[in-house]
């Protein structure tokens, strides 16, 4: 599969294609602008965020520009958090095939967005009704008209599209190993030693708090950690890591310090760290760092 991906901050941009390469082999990506009057390249799938493309709530004109952009190709869309007027667009209509993702989302939830999305590629939506189909405002003090007949729906996390559903020809993925923070913390709780790995119980403890943060090991290098976007960056190799993991005493002089989102996005830039899938970090740690379970 080949997917389009615009509209997306750099760092989102970068760990889309971390989690594309580890979670989905064979498919492939590239980045493509956005702006008004924009065009974008033939492709399988298109990941756009709808807040990007000017598209922040449905219009009927916002409707007609999306289609437009899409040209008939399922798209996997990126809602706001605080807006529910495109939910109510149906999955399937005028021809188009939309999944609906809302933000934040994690790489679960992306990755059965794709899944789903990949079902629709080579079949044609059933046509469900007319891009001008909208219902007048109920009255003062409606925002928005809605589309005609459809009500709200409730957002969801899109479930993952079962394998028989696959496109013919495309090879089950095989999911990338990965650990949950629930499933690191569990991993920490059933060890023996309780005075050991400091550093692994910090980096638990922050995770529970479920703000980004920065540990600085040097200072030239660090880790930056986003709980709830389910990413990580760093410049320090893994086998640094390691040893400050196994020595109570290197990981005394570590620093752990809270940041906002918008300054752990200004430092993951600033310093070229390309971002990765939290779970896939938390997995190589501990099998980098803890004997295996029996």
């Given at each position: 599969?080949?997917?389009?991906v615009t509209?997306?901050?750099?760092?989102?941009e970068?760990?889309?294609?971390?989690?594309?390469?580890?979670?989905?082999?064979g498919?492939s990506?590239?980045?493509?602008p956005?702006g008004?009057?924009?065009?974008l390249p033939?492709?399988?799938i298109?990941?756009a965020d709808?807040?990007s493309?000017?598209?922040?709530r449905w219009?009927?004109?916002g409707?007609?520009?999306?289609?437009r952009?899409?040209?008939?190709?399922?798209?996997?869309?990126l809602?706001?958090?605080?807006?529910?007027?495109?939910?109510?667009?149906?999955?399937q209509?005028?021809?188009?095939?939309?999944v609906?993702?809302?933000?934040?989302?994690?790489?679960?939830?992306?990755?059965a967005?794709?899944q789903?999305?990949a079902?629709y590629?080579?079949r044609p939506a059933?046509?469900?009704?007319?891009t001008?189909?909208?219902?007048a405002p109920?009255?003062?003090?409606?925002?928005?008209?809605?589309?005609?007949g459809l009500?709200?729906?409730?957002?969801?996390?899109?479930s993952?599209?079962?394998?028989?559903?696959?496109?013919?020809g495309?090879?089950?993925v095989d999911?990338a190993?990965?650990?949950?923070?629930?499933?690191f913390?569990?991993r920490?709780?059933a060890l023996?030693?309780?005075?050991?790995?400091?550093?692994?119980?910090?980096?638990?403890?922050m995770?529970t708090e479920n703000?980004p943060f920065?540990v600085r090991f040097?200072?030239l290098?660090?880790?930056?950690?986003h709980?709830?976007g389910e990413?990580?960056?760093t410049?320090t190799?893994?086998?640094?890591?390691k040893?400050?993991?196994?020595?109570?005493a290197l990981?005394?002089?570590v620093?752990?310090?809270?940041?906002?989102?918008s300054q752990?996005?200004q430092?993951v830039?600033?310093l070229?760290m390309?971002?990765q899938?939290?779970?896939?970090?938390?997995h190589?740690l501990?099998?980098?760092?803890?004997a295996p379970?029996p």
């Amino acid at each position: 599969m080949n997917v389009a991906v615009t509209g997306l901050a750099p760092h989102n941009e970068a760990a889309f294609g971390v989690f594309l390469s580890r979670s989905m082999p064979g498919w492939s990506w590239r980045s493509v602008p956005t702006g008004a009057g924009a065009v974008l390249p033939a492709a399988d799938i298109y990941v756009a965020d709808m807040v990007s493309l000017g598209l922040p709530r449905w219009s009927q004109q916002g409707q007609a520009e999306l289609f437009r952009l899409l040209r008939g190709r399922p798209g996997v869309l990126l809602l706001p958090s605080t807006d529910a007027t495109w939910a109510a667009v149906d999955t399937q209509v005028a021809g188009h095939s939309l999944v609906w993702l809302p933000k934040p989302y994690g790489t679960r939830e992306m990755g059965a967005a794709l899944q789903k999305a990949a079902t629709y590629v080579g079949r044609p939506a059933p046509r469900q009704g007319k891009t001008s189909d909208v219902q007048a405002p109920a009255g003062p003090g409606t925002a928005e008209p809605t589309p005609a007949g459809l009500a709200p729906v409730s957002r969801a996390p899109v479930s993952p599209a079962p394998t028989s559903a696959a496109p013919a020809g495309a090879a089950p993925v095989d999911p990338a190993p990965s650990l949950s923070v629930q499933e690191f913390q569990a991993r920490l709780a059933a060890l023996p030693e309780v005075t050991g790995y400091l550093f692994l119980r910090q980096l638990s403890a922050m995770l529970t708090e479920n703000d980004p943060f920065e540990v600085r090991f040097t200072v030239l290098n660090s880790l930056i950690v986003h709980p709830a976007g389910e990413w990580i960056a760093t410049n320090t190799p893994m086998p640094v890591i390691k040893r400050i993991c196994q020595s109570n005493a290197l990981a005394s002089a570590v620093s752990v310090r809270k940041i906002d989102a918008s300054q752990a996005e200004q430092r993951v830039q600033r310093l070229g760290m390309p971002p990765q899938e939290l779970d896939a970090f938390l997995h190589d740690l501990v099998a980098a760092t803890l004997a295996p379970q029996p």
